[in-house]
C-alpha cells in the first residue's frame, strides 16, 4: 500500500468532502494494485477506518496516519486496550485524536508497560489530571521515551535546580522538551555559568521558568550570551539580565548585525543601539518591519529626535496600531477641542500607561461629550501628525 501511495499521492483539495476523499484513497488504491495486494489494500482501507471511527482523526489525518501503520481487524485488541487506557485518564475523543495523528505507532504500544507507568509517574508527581492530558496531547513523544533513562532523571534535575514542584511544572508547560533533552549535558553546565557569573537562585528559577529554551542551547554559546551582557553593563540581579539573556538568544550574529543596520539608518549609533538594548532587550526581538515603522512614526509623525526613543526604547515593542497610533489620535481629538491644557504628562508617559490607566485619564471623562474620542481610541480615526506641541 505504501507503494501506491507514493506513486499516486492522495491530492486533497477543498473542494473534496471528507468522504469524497475516503472514497478516492480507496479507489486510487483498488485500480492501480494487483490481486496479490488485496488484503494489504483492506488492511489500509480498515486502518483509515479505524482511525477516523475510533480515534477520532479527520480523514485526511487519518490518510497519512496510515502510511506509519498498518491496522487488521482480526488484532485490534492492544490498539482496544489503547484507547481504553487513555480514556480511563480523562482524555477526550479529540485529545486523543491529537495524540495519534503526531505519533499513530502509539497505538501498537504497550498500555501497560509503556504508557500507563509514565502517566502515573506524572500523576504522582503532581499533575493535576487536565494538566497531564494536555501536556500528553500536546506533546505525545513524551510516551515514547524511557521512563527511567529520561524521565525520572530530568524531573529530579529540573526540580534541583528550580527548588519547587510547581516552579518544575511551569518549565514544563513553557517547554516539554525538557524533558526529552539530557539535561545533565544541556541544561547543568549553563546553570553553572550563571552561578558563576553572580546570579541569585531566584533568577536562574526565573529564567528557567519563563524561558526554559535558553536554558538547553549550546553552553559556550550561553556562556558567551552571558559575558557580552555583563559587558554591556547589566546587572546580573536585575530582571534586564534575564530578559537579555533570552533575547540575545534568540538572535543569530546576522540577524543581530541587520538590526543594528536598520537602527543605524535612523540615526543611532551601534554604541545607542547597544544601550537601549541594555534598557529594554526586547527592542531587538521586533521584526524588521516593525522596527522601521516604529521608529518611522515616532522620529517623522510624532518628531521625535534619536535621543528621545533611545531614553524609553520599551516604546518600540508596543503595537503601533492597536496603542501608539489610537493613544495619539485620542490626544489630537482632545487638542483640537481645547482640552490638552488639562493635563502636562509627556506623550511617552501617556503611552506606556495601562489600558485602565488611559481609558480613566483620557477616554472615558469626555467620550460621551465628545463621540469622537471614542471613535479615536477604537481606531476609527486616521492619524497624520500631532495636532499640538506634546511634551516628549
Request: net charge positive; proline share 6%; glycine share 2%.
Amino acid at each position: 500500500m505504501l507503494h501506491l501511495l507514493r506513486r499516486n499521492p492522495l491530492r486533497i483539495t477543498p473542494q473534496l468532502s471528507p468522504s469524497s476523499v475516503l472514497l478516492r484513497f480507496l479507489h486510487e488504491s483498488t485500480i492501480t494494485s494487483s490481486d496479490a495486494d488485496t488484503d494489504t489494500d483492506d488492511d489500509a482501507s480498515f486502518t483509515v477506518s479505524y482511525l477516523t471511527t475510533a480515534c477520532g482523526l479527520p480523514i485526511p489525518d487519518a490518510v497519512s496516519a496510515a502510511s506509519h501503520i498498518r491496522l487488521k481487524p482480526s488484532s485490534t485488541s492492544r490498539t482496544d486496550s489503547v484507547l481504553a487506557l487513555l480514556r480511563s485518564y480523562n482524555f477526550s475523543r479529540s485529545q486523543m485524536a491529537a495524540v495519534f495523528h503526531k505519533h499513530p505507532n502509539l497505538l501498537l504500544a504497550d498500555p501497560d508497560a509503556t504508557i500507563r507507568p509514565k502517566l502515573d509517574f506524572l500523576l504522582d508527581y503532581g499533575y493535576s489530571q487536565d494538566d497531564l492530558v494536555n501536556l500528553i496531547s500536546a506533546d505525545p513523544n513524551l510516551l515514547r521515551i524511557s521512563l527511567a533513562n529520561r524521565l525520572i532523571p530530568n524531573f529530579e534535575i529540573l526540580q534541583k535546580i528550580l527548588g519547587s514542584k510547581e516552579h518544575v511544572i511551569t518549565a514544563i508547560r513553557g517547554s516539554s522538551r525538557l524533558l526529552r533533552y539530557k539535561l545533565e549535558k544541556m541544561m547543568l553546565p549553563n546553570v553553572e555559568t550563571l552561578k558563576s557569573h553572580g546570579l541569585p537562585a531566584k533568577n536562574i528559577v526565573q529564567l528557567a521558568t519563563a524561558y526554559p529554551r535558553v536554558m538547553t542551547q549550546n553552553s559556550d554559546r550561553f556562556a558567551h550570551t552571558v559575558e557580552k551582557l555583563k559587558e554591556l553593563g547589566i546587572n546580573p540581579w536585575s530582571t534586564t539580565f534575564i530578559l537579555g539573556i533570552n533575547a540575545m538568544s534568540g538572535l543569530t550574529t546576522s540577524t543581530w548585525q541587520r538590526k543594528l543596520s536598520i537602527y543605524r539608518s535612523f540615526g543611532w549609533s551601534e554604541k545607542d543601539t547597544l544601550l537601549a538594548f541594555s534598557r529594554h532587550p526586547f527592542c531587538m526581538l521586533a521584526s524588521d518591519e516593525k522596527i522601521k515603522n516604529a521608529m518611522e512614526f515616532f522620529m517623522k509623525k510624532l518628531q521625535w529626535d534619536p535621543l528621545s526613543l533611545l531614553r524609553r526604547p520599551k516604546l518600540i515593542s508596543l503595537s503601533l496600531e492597536k496603542r501608539i497610533i489610537p493613544r495619539c489620535a485620542v490626544l489630537n481629538v482632545l487638542a483640537l477641542n481645547n482640552l490638552s491644557s488639562q493635563w502636562k504628562t509627556p506623550v511617552h508617559t501617556v503611552l506606556m500607561m495601562t489600558e485602565k490607566e488611559f481609558q480613566d485619564r483620557y477616554v472615558l471623562p469626555y467620550g460621551e461629550k465628545f463621540p469622537e474620542v471614542n471613535e479615536a481610541y477604537q481606531g476609527n480615526i486616521e492619524f497624520v501628525e500631532m495636532q499640538f506641541k506634546p511634551h516628549k
